[in-house]
Nanobody
Framework: QVHVVESGGGLVQVGGSLRLSCTAS????????VGWYRQAPGKSREGFAA???????RYSDSVKGRFAISRDGRNNVVYLQMNSLKPEDTAVYYC?????WGQGTQVTVSS
């Protein structure tokens, strides 16, 4: 059974940074594509960053240049480095590995 866990969320001021982590068990994590999604209050969940099994990354325009996704294959962790945070980045952030979602971690950017 696949189990996905996100961590690293919190409260940060505008312009600050956070690093989220995503770990998974029950899958060959270093060889799995991983996507990051977020859901703001009253909005639908949106995907904004992903890393493929061979390390290629892609980002939505809303986070390009500010967020970076990376993989630590040895420790089975995918990171999301978030810089220059804005109030509109406030959301619950989810990691998806294959078809399994984590429980989400709250990110709040205060002005």
């Amino acid at each position: 059974q696949v189990h996905v866990v996100e961590s690293g969320g919190g409260l940060v001021q505008v312009g600050g940074s956070l690093r989220l982590s995503c770990t998974a068990s029950g899958v060959p994590f270093p060889n799995s594509a991983v996507g990051w999604y977020r859901q703001a209050p009253g909005k639908s969940r949106e995907g904004f960053a992903a890393i493929t099994s061979d390390g290629h990354t892609r980002y939505s325009d809303s986070v390009k240049g500010r967020f970076a996704i990376s993989r630590d294959g040895r420790n089975n962790v995918v990171y999301l480095q978030m810089n220059s945070l804005k109030p509109e980045d406030t959301a619950v952030y989810y990691c998806k590995v294959l078809s399994t979602w984590g429980q989400g971690t709250q990110v709040t950017v205060s002005s």
